[in-house]
């Protein structure tokens, strides 16, 4: 994967409140919300997200993302290749993020109270 898509994706999920990178990980870069993972793209462009069954199906059936290429259900791939898939990436990381400070916001918790 170019080194500068990856900066793109995150750039743009970094920015995001309560959003960080794993640390631990040297093969992949990890981001989560509080201790959430919101997905992960891996060295070869391969971005991996968890969606709710529904919204992993519709995700798969429009074509913006692909069924996780190691056969996890739930788990969705994209393939960030040039410049032109990072907003598509975004879109996605942007979806789980929401997703997640929703689910905080539910439970009344913060990523950093947890």
Known sequence: MNDELLVMVEREVLGWDGVSRDPDRRHVALYRFGRRQIGHVHRDGVADLTFPRAAHDELVASGKAEPHR?????????????????????????????????????????????
């Open 70 to 114: 190691g056969g996890f259900p739930a788990v969705v791939s994209y393939r960030i290749r040039t410049p032109a898939d990072v907003p598509g990436a975004i879109e996605l990381f942007r979806a789980n993020y929401d997703r997640a400070k929703e689910s905080a916001r539910r439970r009344g918790t913060h990523p950093e109270e947890r």
